[in-house]
């Protein structure tokens, strides 16, 4: 059987991302800096900054701290497999707020996109009460 070379390379598979869009996106969602990420995965705010710009690809020990610091898997990371949801098992509140997120999974299509625009445009009324707020606060 001969071996031939594609004239191109396969195109992105549709939720894939890359290791550096992956690892910015999950840090970001557990609110820490690259600061805080590098300490916890003992590494540099360089090193966490180059892996997110894909300016270089660490090793696998990098990806493996990496992934413990933010407490995801290695196919976390790049988009291989969503990342967990964490959620505080010993808190009931946050245990009935996530029973109703997940009955929003079961709703239809069209209904679980008008749900998330209510909730976006929520938290942006919110974000702008704010902002304006803090304005009139500043200008007294």
Known sequence: MPFTVA?????KKYGETS??????????ARGQTQVQLAAAADTT??????????????????VIALAKALK??????????PPRVERAKDD????????????ISTLPERDRKAVVGLISSLAAA???RR??????????
């Open 7 to 11: 004239d191109t390379m396969p195109g």
């Open 19 to 28: 290791l550096g869009e992956g690892l910015q996106a999950i840090r970001k």
């Open 45 to 62: 705010q360089r090193a966490v900054s180059y892996c997110e710009t894909e300016a270089g690809f660490p090793p696998a020990s990098g």
């Open 72 to 81: 995801v898997t290695t196919d976390e990371l790049p988009g291989v497999k």
């Open 92 to 103: 009931p509140e946050a245990r009935r707020h996530w029973k109703k997120f997940q009955l």
């Open 126 to 128: 919110s974000a702008s």
């Open 131 to 140: 902002s304006g707020s803090m304005g009139e606060h500043n200008g007294r």
